[in-house]
């Protein structure tokens, strides 16, 4: 049986959610936010390792204004009212992406909770905020270019490992688990962490992410331990 170490998820559904409700689309985020929190204590307390959560694309800088400001607003507070329940339930927190569109209140937010929590051990979460996959892999054949010009790095050099260290999830191990919300079909990674999920299990789920429960959160697990993985061999 494979070990569950890093499970990842697209969390998909949530204007559909508040839209099929009757209430305004800002509502599915701020519900979708509290079913992310919950999601960190059932992950914690399977003996998960890490999660890395999908909650703002590159491509979503298209939306609306209003909601754009709404996402980060949301963002903020959350990082600022559940940071004591991150350091009681020793969650570890980092923000991989693209930081340059943020203002400098958004980054300096995130950059304390990171600060604050870089001493927790026991779950690993990373936000993918204004976050490609193949933005990630740009910028890092960028980093990797630049050093490779500077003599700090050979062209033999070169390997999956090296390269993985200029990723932003560098030191972090690959994803077993893949889950996506949402339903509709919507059955693809939408560049969600393209180099880190080339071995993942998917598990689509037909549920909207602020119905997200436990149940099947569990389901979702009982789907990954069910699947044999060799992994090639």
Known sequence: MSTLEHIGIIMD???RWASANGLPSFQGHDRGADVFADTCDWCGNAGVGYLTVY???TENWKRSQIEVLHIFGLLERFFKEKIERCLENGIKL????????YDAKTLSIIEDAEARTKDCGDLYVQIALSYGGRDEIIRAVKKLASDLMTGSLTPDGISEEVLSSYLDTRGIPDVDLVIRTGGAGNRRLSNFLPWQTVYSELYFSELLWPEFSKEEFNKALDYYYSVKRNLGE
């Open 94 to 101: 980092r923000v991989i992406g693209e930081r340059s569109r």
């Open 55 to 57: 909650a703002f694309s």
């Open 13 to 15: 559904g949530n204007r």
